[in-house]
């Protein structure tokens, strides 16, 4: 027998039950919002033709080194989806005759072979909202103010830091370089930017960057975003790129307003031209989206609790199991209880691990368990009654 390596690969993560309740609550709150404005649940496909995830990419693109490849057995170049924006555009492709507007979302694990840290594995969920069909800074600040309300609703207080394509004229390279302006020093900065062009047209970029005037564009976001009462909570950053060249106007990333955790939580902005240079039949597709990243979030949630750190609007996570029953010789009875208490919606475990009550308890202590029941011939004959108990 060929030994076995058991372990995770770099970048790969099994999640515990009781971090699984986190990741579940926070879905949960996502899944509520995007339906409450409307958009419907998809799913796509995570193997792909590997043409298509990098049919936007020359072969020295980030992005490209990222994707997992594989052969099948027909031996046809696939992919694993690198995020969920490429697949949908497919699947509008696809779907030619769909009505317009199209407002979808969907949650799904995506695969990036690039660097780990914490919040950033290379197999992780993307939880995105698009929107087909819609042109102008309503439906942008629409997404926007869904992903604010959701933060808040998790617990994290937003700070969501907008910008416009259009404000960045320059080369894919050159706007990889201002994507990092907030996040490197001044002088990394302009030494990113020297080795791109001369000094002197580095410094006069860097002041035009910095000082940007708004355009027509982001002057209607900003309207809009005054409208839902969230502009509060957003930040004009006019060298805010988003990195990925499918971008067309309107760009924004998400933050922890507390600063304690210094990388995104999620991002989106509009892309008119993918879909259509997808379905190639001379329409235009207007197109936006935002997404959500829920490693990091989870991430900063698990430091909140961790710090016991007060939240204007907590999360509220309970264990899932409400009640643990312990048969003392009294399984099939527990079992029809059970049965009765699931019936009115209630999360019921019946314990059938044997051993003391000690130990019992001391189960139900280990997956969170608030509360327990004893029940012995005594209980089942009346004489005593079901008696709910606190464990510490």
Same mark, same amino acid.
């Given at each position: 027998?060929?030994?076995?390596? #058991?372990?995770?690969?770099?970048?790969?993560?099994?999640?515990?039950?009781?971090?699984?309740?986190?990741?579940?609550?926070?879905?949960?709150?996502?899944r509520?919002?995007?339906?409450?404005?409307?958009?419907?649940?998809?799913?796509?496909?995570?193997?792909?033709?590997?043409?298509?995830?990098?049919?936007?990419y020359?072969?020295?693109?980030?992005?490209?080194?990222?994707?997992?490849?594989?052969?099948?057995?027909?031996?046809?170049?696939?992919?694993?989806?690198?995020?969920?924006? #490429?697949?949908?555009?497919?699947?509008?492709?696809?779907?030619?005759?769909?009505?317009?507007?199209?407002?979808?979302?969907?949650?799904?694990?995506?695969?990036?072979?690039?660097? #780990?840290?914490?919040?950033?594995?290379?197999?992780?969920?993307?939880?995105?909202?698009?929107?087909?069909g819609?042109?102008?800074?309503?439906?942008?600040?629409?997404?926007?103010?869904? !992903?604010?309300?959701?933060?808040?609703?998790?617990?994290?207080?937003?700070?969501?830091?907008?910008g416009?394509?259009?404000?960045?004229?320059?080369?894919?390279?050159?706007?990889?370089?201002?994507?990092?302006m907030?996040?490197?020093?001044?002088?990394?900065?302009?030494?990113?930017?020297?080795?791109?062009?001369?000094?002197n047209?580095?410094?006069?970029?860097?002041?035009?960057?910095?000082?940007?005037?708004?355009?027509?564009?982001?002057?209607?976001?900003?309207?809009?975003?005054?409208?839902?009462?969230?502009?509060?909570?957003?930040?004009y950053?006019?060298?805010?790129?988003?990195?990925?060249?499918?971008?067309?106007?309107?760009?924004?990333e998400?933050?922890?307003?507390?600063g304690s955790?210094?990388?995104?939580?999620?991002?989106?902005?509009?892309?008119?031209?993918?879909?259509?240079?997808?379905?190639?039949?001379?329409?235009?597709?207007?197109?936006?989206?935002?997404?959500?990243?829920?490693?990091?979030?989870?991430?900063?949630?698990?430091?909140?609790?961790?710090?016991?750190?007060?939240?204007?609007?907590?999360?509220?996570?309970?264990?899932?199991?409400?009640?643990?029953?312990?048969?003392?010789?009294?399984?099939a009875?527990?079992? !029809?209880?059970?049965?009765?208490?699931?019936?009115?919606?209630?999360?019921?475990?019946?314990?059938?691990?044997?051993?003391?009550?000690?130990k019992?308890?001391?189960?139900?202590?280990?997956?969170?368990?608030?509360?327990?029941?004893?029940?012995?011939?005594?209980?089942?004959?009346?004489?005593?009654?079901?008696?709910?108990? !606190?464990?510490?």
């Amino acid at each position: 027998m060929k030994n076995q390596n #058991v372990a995770n690969i770099k970048g790969g993560q099994d999640i515990a039950p009781t971090d699984m309740v986190l990741r579940n609550r926070v879905l949960d709150i996502l899944r509520k919002r995007f339906e409450s404005y409307g958009y419907l649940p998809l799913e796509t496909a995570s193997l792909n033709y590997l043409s298509l995830l990098t049919h936007k990419y020359d072969d020295k693109a980030e992005i490209v080194n990222e994707i997992y490849k594989l052969r099948d057995q027909g031996d046809r170049e696939l992919g694993l989806r690198f995020d969920l924006t #490429v697949p949908f555009c497919k699947y509008i492709a696809l779907n030619p005759n769909i009505k317009m507007p199209f407002k979808r979302y969907e949650i799904g694990k995506v695969w990036r072979n690039g660097p #780990v840290k914490s919040g950033r594995a290379r197999e992780f969920y993307q939880c995105d909202a698009d929107a087909v069909g819609i042109d102008g800074a309503f439906i942008e600040g629409e997404l926007i103010a869904l !992903a604010v309300e959701a933060f808040l609703e998790i617990g994290i207080i937003p700070k969501v830091k907008y910008g416009n394509r259009k404000l960045l004229p320059y080369s894919d390279a050159v706007i990889s370089v201002i994507d990092k302006m907030a996040k490197i020093s001044s002088a990394e900065f302009h030494a990113e930017l020297c080795k791109l062009m001369p000094e002197n047209d580095a410094k006069t970029l860097e002041i035009h960057v910095k000082n940007a005037p708004k355009c027509p564009e982001i002057v209607d976001l900003e309207r809009v975003l005054d409208a839902f009462g969230v502009l509060k909570y957003c930040e004009y950053a006019p060298y805010l790129a988003r990195g990925l060249n499918v971008y067309t106007g309107s760009v924004w990333e998400i933050f922890d307003a507390s600063g304690s955790y210094t990388s995104s939580l999620g991002g989106g902005g509009r892309y008119d031209k993918i879909i259509g240079q997808f379905i190639d039949n001379g329409q235009k597709y207007p197109a936006v989206g935002t997404s959500f990243g829920l490693e990091p979030i989870c991430a900063v949630l698990k430091d909140f609790m961790k710090n016991a750190k007060t939240q204007q609007r907590g999360l509220g996570v309970q264990p899932p199991i409400e009640l643990m029953l312990i048969p003392l010789g009294t399984e099939a009875f527990c079992q !029809a209880r059970a049965n009765e208490m699931r019936a009115l919606g209630k999360n019921v475990l019946v314990y059938l691990g044997g051993k003391t009550i000690g130990k019992a308890i001391e189960y139900a202590s280990s997956y969170g368990i608030k509360n327990v029941a004893i029940i012995g011939e005594d209980e089942v004959s009346g004489k005593k009654p079901i008696v709910m108990k !606190a464990v510490n």
